[in-house]
C-alpha cells in the first residue's frame, strides 16, 4: 500500500507563484510509476492538470499549459507541482493521486485507485 501527502499550498495574489509536493511513502512507493495531479474547486467536478507517465512524460490540461510544471524525483518518490502566473480561477483543492503505471495523457480520476488528501490553493484577485 502506498500514501500520498500533498504540502505546500496556500493564499497568493494573482501572478504569483507556488510549488506544491506530494511524498509517496509505504513498501510499494516506488512501484507507483504513474502520477497525476488533479484539482476541485467548490460546486465543480475534479479536473485533472497534469500527469508524468510511466515513461518520464509529461501531459497538461489545456487550462494550466505553460503556466504549470510537473516533475518527479524518483530518488524521494516525490511528485512536484511547479505553479506561476496563479489566477483566481486556478483556487481549488489540489489533490495528488497514483497508479502503478500509465502511458500518455491520463487525466481521468477514475483511472487513479489512490489518492492523497489534498493542499488547498487560494488565488486572489
Known amino acids: 500500500q502506498v500514501q500520498l501527502v500533498e504540502s505546500g499550498g496556500g493564499s497568493v495574489e494573482a501572478g504569483g507563484s507556488l510549488r506544491l509536493s506530494c511524498a509517496a511513502s509505504?513498501?510499494?512507493?516506488?512501484?507507483?510509476?504513474?502520477m497525476a495531479w488533479f484539482r476541485q474547486a467548490p460546486g465543480k467536478e475534479r479536473e485533472g492538470v497534469a500527469n508524468?507517465?510511466?515513461?518520464?512524460?509529461?501531459y497538461y490540461a489545456d487550462s494550466v499549459k505553460d503556466r504549470f510544471t510537473a516533475s518527479k524525483d524518483n530518488a524521494k518518490n516525490t511528485l512536484y507541482l511547479q505553479m506561476n502566473s496563479l489566477q483566481p480561477e486556478d483556487t481549488a483543492m489540489y489533490y495528488c493521486?497514483?497508479?502503478?503505471?500509465?502511458?500518455?495523457?491520463?487525466?481521468?480520476?477514475?483511472?487513479?485507485?489512490?489518492w492523497g488528501q489534498g493542499t488547498q490553493v487560494t488565488v486572489s484577485s
Open positions: 509505504g513498501d510499494t512507493a516506488r512501484n507507483y510509476y504513474c
Open positions: 493521486a497514483a497508479v502503478t503505471s500509465c502511458v500518455g495523457s491520463v487525466l481521468r480520476s477514475d483511472l487513479f485507485p489512490t
Open positions: 508524468i507517465d510511466s515513461r518520464g512524460r509529461t
